[in-house]
């Protein structure tokens, strides 16, 4: 066999692997890849969707190949390694490990770098860039923003770049509760897609979401405060904004250093033939964002999808003379919240160009066709896209234009969006994220699925932007007719067990199944699942508390240490401080331990609480020691905190104890599992100090003893009120109606369903009905179940005495390299 070495494990070299072992390529060659971050190969796309807070980093839709799927497939991964430089002569690869890799054939796809404009104060003397400075490519960019967004309220960013990723990074800011402004010096946002109108017509729609636009704004500096930190930006006319992070989304760049260094043709990339073949080489190919063809460069996916099958037949032998011949882009996304559809030319170029437009500032719709010698040579569809899938099919000429032009943007005679599916030709591309046509999709329903669940788990169709969902929703349901199935496993509580959550439950009690393990020889037709494990874990202590069996390869590393994993690999420690109070000795001790274990930062957190960060892994059961107090949960998908007012014992407008019912809230249901995380808060007046309208569960004193009871709220990525369970007559009947509500959510809401969405979902005249009327007789049931799990409770932070295994509290190093969190 020959060795194939992949150089770049982003969504380009991984397609194109993927290619190459479908077309049987995994008997031809021992593929090597090698990627410079420390994970398997993930979708870039979705990152806004983790920014925003509508996904997360361990979601399936994010991870496209998940580590385990190199060594089903064979493929060596080098993950967290970096290529350093080639020897062409010699057809070696040499990391930054030292490792050396040899190959016959050789494919670099290392995608492009965030372009950084030269700014003062931009970077640090090392070269490193300012503290509060991000880029917005990587899961590390990512996760940095999340961790500084809410690290503290009132956090004001600086977006610098008004195109696609500017704007996403903007919208995922402001869902987190950061105040966002988007500087673009261009004079229109979005210009490498939108012409003027359209560019308004988005900007108007940015700003009523409460991000502040200002084009024309060139940034040529980052002001920076006395300690080091970002103050703000300042611009060529002198003028300038605060702000406590900047994020640079400019634009990017190829990554061409690594093939530069190896003596490759570069241009603006790195050269490459009709074959994806690197300029005077025999066996060195490069594709992607770092590839330049025929002069151009491409940015989006799916030029890079047409690229990776062409070099996979190339170098699998499937079609030898296979050639790329370029790509013309169309765009269908979706930019914070707004669907935009954008083709070819953004407006007339010769006198006798036709162009047709629709613009309607007021509903945030911008249409536009330009049209010349009866071809469609571009296209803009901003706020209504329905006609986005006619409009490719015409753009690359494979359907009519209609002698009425302005019936190419309304439905009046041409397809219309309920018919389209059925008029798209086979290989229009209906994902663009992924490379998904309307044939493959067909080709999977008369393959055997019959459910858009299983044609979006084969085909990877809609796991992208998911402006595209409908679409496929349509060619299912066209494809299968009468076969048309609902998901199967939509109701299941987990994949591979054909069970829904109550199901689950009653299986597990009966068969006495106390561990992962045993569920999954009972209850898995096909075995194992790890997107499993973590929910059953849960699940199983909900069913049997302390009784359960415990399987570390079942929890996640928070989970296992019982400490929040922060982004540098050391841990969040937040000891519980029940209602917010504390007392002289307990700061002394947080002070103390802070000393004697050189914790960077000791932060108050948004649940009265105070977080001990940056403490090492292998500190931890010593610093739970020193400290003397119990766990406060902050990690975990459970029970965690009860915020509270003053109540009657300060406050002047006081009209109950809010203090002495939070205690007794968090002192009775403290840590309880949970298919996600519990927030609490208690009121003691309508003035709501305590926010309890947007919490999990919260109560809000009104008066002559009475309480009433909120659930469903929440104040974070999503906003909503919560709904008025019940007024309860004491404190001692909203503990007890706040047990019954958590028992029920621990039942039946599905794994990290927030109670934000399980109460709509529900209903809150169902839950009243259950909860507080007692309709169906359920609440005695609840009531003894509740009661076992408190009963059972134990604090997690007593494994000191007694770790679990081994490695349980063993030095871990940085996931990444980071420098130090410098003292506040």
């Known amino acids: 066999m020959r060795s194939l070495v992949v150089v770049g494990n982003g969504m380009a070299g991984a397609r194109t692997v993927e290619e190459i072992l479908g077309r049987g390529g995994g008997e031809q060659f021992a593929i090597t890849m090698i990627g410079d971050e420390p994970y398997g190969n993930y979708n870039r796309i979705m990152l806004s969707h983790v920014l925003a807070g509508e996904t997360s980093v361990d979601d399936d839709d994010l991870m496209l190949n998940p580590m385990a799927w190199y060594s089903e497939n064979g493929v060596t991964l080098y993950a967290g390694d970096s290529a350093e430089s080639i020897d062409r002569f010699a057809k070696t690869v040499t990391c930054a490990s030292g490792r050396v890799v040899p190959y016959d054939v050789l494919v670099i796809a290392t995608g492009s770098n965030t372009f950084f404009p030269n700014m003062d104060g931009l970077r640090e003397p090392d070269g490193h860039l300012a503290r509060g400075v991000f880029g917005f490519r990587t899961i590390a960019d990512t996760n940095g923003m999340l961790q500084m967004a809410g690290s503290r309220d009132h956090l004001k960013a600086v977006v610098i770049g008004g195109g696609l990723l500017g704007l996403e990074a903007a919208y995922g800011l402001k869902t987190q509760g950061v105040d966002v402004d988007v500087v673009h010096s261009p004079g229109h946002l979005m210009n490498q897609q939108l012409d003027e109108r ?48 900047i994020v640079v989304t400019a634009g990017i760049r190829p990554n061409v250093e690594l093939a530069r260094r190896g003596g490759l043709v570069i ?151 309920e018919t389209g599916a059925a008029e798209l030709s086979d290989d229009v591309q209906v994902c663009n994220c992924n490379g998904v046509t309307k044939g493959a999709i067909v080709a999977c329903v008369h393959g055997g699925a019959t459910s858009v669940a299983e044609v979006c788990a084969a085909t990877r169709a809609g796991k992208g932007c998911g402006s595209c969902k409908q679409m496929v929703a349509d060619i299912v349901e066209f494809a299968a007719g009468d076969a048309l199935t609902v998901d199967a496993s939509a109701d299941w509580y987990v994949p591979a067990i054909p069970l829904t959550k109550p199901e689950l439950i009653d299986a597990i009690r009966r068969q006495d199944l106390r561990s992962v393990t045993e569920v999954f020889a009972a209850l898995a037709p096909n075995g194992e699942d790890a997107a499993a494990k973590m929910p059953l874990a849960s699940l199983l202590r909900v069913v049997w508390g302390a009784e359960w069996k415990r399987e570390p390869g079942a929890l996640f590393i928070n989970d296992r240490v019982h400490a929040n994993i922060q982004r540098d690999g050391t841990f969040s420690v937040v000891p519980q401080m029940r209602g917010g109070v504390t007392s002289p000795e307990q700061l002394r001790k947080i002070a103390d331990v802070a000393e004697k274990y050189n914790i960077p930062m000791i932060k108050a957190t948004g649940g009265q609480r105070i977080d001990l960060l940056g403490v090492k892994k292998e500190d931890l059961p010593k610093v739970w020691k020193d400290l003397g107090m119990p766990s406060g949960y902050a990690y975990g998908k459970s029970f965690r905190t009860v915020k509270t007012c003053v109540g009657t014992d300060y406050c002047r407008f006081g009209l109950g104890d809010s203090t002495a019912l939070g205690i007794a809230l968090e002192t009775r249901y403290q840590g309880l599992e949970s298919p996600a995380k519990l927030k609490l808060a208690v009121t003691g007046c309508p003035r709501n100090c305590a926010e309890s309208l947007c919490k999990d569960f919260g109560v809000v004193a009104v008066g002559d003893g009475k309480w009433e009871i909120y659930v469903g709220g929440a104040a974070g990525a999503h906003i909503r009120k919560g709904d008025l369970l019940a007024t309860a007559d004491s404190p001692e009947e909203v503990v007890r109606l706040c047990g019954l509500f958590i028992q029920h959510y621990r039942e039946q809401g599905k794994w990290l369903e927030r109670t934000y969405a ?67």
């Open 267 to 417: 241009e603006r990339g790195i050269v490459v033939d009709d074959q994806m073949r690197c300029e005077d080489e025999g066996s060195i190919y490069a594709v992607g964002e770092c590839a330049q063809h025929r002069g151009d460069l491409y940015g989006l996916v799916a030029p890079l999808w047409e690229q990776a099958v062409v070099l996979a037949d190339v170098l699998s032998g499937a079609n030898p003379t296979a050639a790329y011949h370029g790509s013309r882009l169309t765009t269908k996304l979706k930019v914070a919240g707004v669907d935009v559809a954008a083709m070819g030319v953004k407006g007339p170029e010769r006198d006798d160009d036709e162009f047709v437009q629709f613009y309607e500032p007021r509903s945030g719709t911008y249409k536009s066709v330009v049209v010349r010698d009866n071809k469609l040579i571009g296209a803009m569809l901003l706020g209504d896209i329905s006609k986005a899938s006619f409009l490719t099919q015409a753009f690359d000429e494979k359907v009519p234009l209609p002698d009425e032009r302005i019936s190419m943007l309304f439905d009046m005679g041409t397809p219309s969006a």
């Open 758 to 824: 399980w109460v709509p979902r529900v209903g809150i005249e169902e839950l009243r009905a259950i909860l507080v009327d007692d309709r169906d007789g359920l609440v005695a049931g609840l009531q003894e179940r509740i009661d076992e799990a408190v009963a059972g409770y134990i604090d997690p932070w007593l494994d000191r005495e007694e770790p679990k295994s081994p490695a349980q509290f063993t030095s871990a190093l940085p996931l990444l390299p980071l420098p130090m969190v410098p003292v506040r």
């Open 198 to 245: 359209g560019g308004r017509v988005l900007r108007n729609k940015i700003e009523s979401l409460g991000v502040g636009v200002y084009t024309g704004k060139r940034t040529t500096s980052v002001l920076r405060a006395d300690d080091g930190s970002v103050a703000g930006v300042g611009f060529t006319d002198g003028e300038s904004l605060p702000a406590d992070m």
